[in-house]
């Protein structure tokens, strides 16, 4: 209909009293119709105090479909006036606690249109809140994959945040590291060492697409084993240019909605640039932390995790000891079968010695011909008889320079930590007292100072350098 204003209540009562005079005008003619003689209905007054009685019929229809229509309006219009100001400060504060379905919305008090807006207002506001909520995952997700590189802490906090933000109940990263694929987060899952090996796995990172598995309830799935019956499990492989670097996997106890799912598209997407940087940091914290001719870790890193170890021990009263060894007469073997020869020495010491550790032993090579092996949570029993083992087999073993056998034997010196020790190098200085006791009681020997006091391990015999490698 044409509009006259601006304002739609005032087109109304335009409409209203205009429509009722021309009814009201009209009425003496229906009168006729309806049989009335025409000297009583036709007669020239009436037709404007009729025109007259429909324009005041129409002004108070309005006021009527005023009073009933506006309140509804303006409580509508004030409802959604708060809600605006709800979300104004939850944008600009950033906290949307405060701002939810039940909160954000207004009350729908009727059937019809004025019903339909406030319901189709609260809709919009669903939609905003469920927008901003995927926003505000994907930048926590974001956030995460660009502020960390350590690969375990990165790995942990993503599996976190994705169960946290989609319908996952548990899930698992599997990276493949160093020729083999590795579970380096986990949470939920009772094996996640069994993913490695699944078929769903592997067919992700050949054909580097989304595997999709539907799982019955009395069905247990392959390859995975949870503390729940999984309705559905996805995984997802995780590539940088082109090359698969793992694969995330995530089972839920009902399927996945399309919100959870582009939030994992985000995450897809992220995590290989995110994972490619934490595997190349790995890899250069390797290369810093190792001796580059015995694979050991290095003096700088082995000395942080002598205090690490040390400080566990003395904040919670568990034991701890150290070894230090060094190579007899290594400088005799270097003169005479050459630094070639030496270093191959070096190289087969630390392997030899390796088999003799334990998984959970630090081995570093000190300097030189020397090296350390903290021992955490080991007696002074445990780390006396590591130390003669050791001894014992070095001693034991063939070392050769192309058709000569060269000799070599290990003085060691052991240490256990002692509640009188203030650090770790109080721990660093009885083992090396220990070693230079070792060394004047003839090498090839193995001294405690676990105790305090020397305890000397006699070895067969003595080291009394022969042939080659008497002293000139």
């Not at 906290?95 to 008090?109: A, F």
Request: hydrophobic share 45%; with cysteine.
């Amino acid at each position: 209909m044409p509009r006259f204003t601006n304002q739609i209540f005032k087109d109304l009562a335009i409409w209203m009293i205009v429509s009722g005079a021309a009814l009201g005008l009209l009425a003496p003619l229906f009168l006729f119709l309806l049989s009335i003689p025409a000297e009583y209905c036709l007669r020239w007054w009436n037709f404007p105090i009729s025109g007259l009685i429909g324009a005041v019929l129409g002004g108070f229809g309005f006021q009527i479909t005023q009073r009933v229509v506006r309140p509804e309006l303006r409580d509508l219009v004030q409802s959604m006036r708060v809600v605006e100001g709800a979300f104004r400060e939850a944008t600009f504060t950033g906290n949307w606690s405060g701002c939810d379905e039940g909160t954000c919305s207004v009350e729908v008090r009727s059937d019809d249109e004025i019903g339909e807006t406030a319901q189709a207002f609260n809709e919009l506001v669903a939609e905003l809140i469920r927008v901003q909520t995927l926003e505000h995952a994907s930048s926590e997700l974001s956030e995460a994959l660009s502020s960390k590189l350590d690969l375990e802490e990165l790995a942990d906090h993503a599996i976190e945040l994705l169960i946290h933000h989609t319908d996952a109940v548990a899930g698992s990263l599997l990276v493949e590291k160093d020729g083999a694929l590795i579970a380096v987060a986990n949470h939920g899952l009772s094996d996640p060492g069994r993913l490695t090996r699944s078929d769903h796995v592997r067919r992700a990172m050949k054909t580097n697409e989304v595997q999709f598995v539907r799982v019955n309830p009395d069905v247990m799935i392959e390859g995975v084993v949870a503390d729940f019956k999984p309705s559905q499990v996805l995984v997802f492989p995780i590539a940088f240019e082109h090359h698969t670097l793992g694969a995330l996997v995530l089972a839920s106890d009902k399927l996945f909605g399309k919100d959870a799912m582009w939030l994992l598209r985000i995450f897809q997407q992220g995590m290989g640039l995110a994972l490619n940087n934490a595997l190349t940091h790995d890899r250069l914290q390797q290369i810093a932390s190792r001796d580059p001719l015995t694979s050991l870790y290095n003096r700088r890193f082995g000395m942080e995790r002598l205090k690490v170890e040390f400080e566990q021990a003395a904040q919670h009263h568990v034991p701890m000891a150290v070894i230090m060894f060094d190579i007899d007469f290594f400088k005799k073997i270097n003169d005479t079968y050459g630094h070639l020869a030496g270093d191959q020495v070096l190289v087969e010491v630390a392997a030899v010695s390796r088999k003799v550790l334990r998984d959970s032993d630090v081995f570093i090579r000190y300097g030189g011909e020397e090296f350390l092996v903290v021992m955490p949570g080991a007696s002074a029993e445990v780390v006396d008889r590591v130390g003669e083992r050791l001894r014992a087999a070095i001693e034991g073993y063939s070392f050769t320079d192309g058709h000569s056998i060269i000799p070599v034997t290990v003085s060691v010196g052991v240490a256990e930590y002692s509640v009188t020790m203030k650090m770790s190098d109080d721990l660093l200085r009885r083992a090396d007292d220990a070693l230079y006791a070792a060394k004047g009681n003839g090498r090839n020997k193995v001294v405690s100072l676990s105790r305090g006091c020397p305890v000397v391990t006699e070895s067969p015999h003595e080291v009394v350098p022969q042939g080659d490698l008497a002293p000139a």
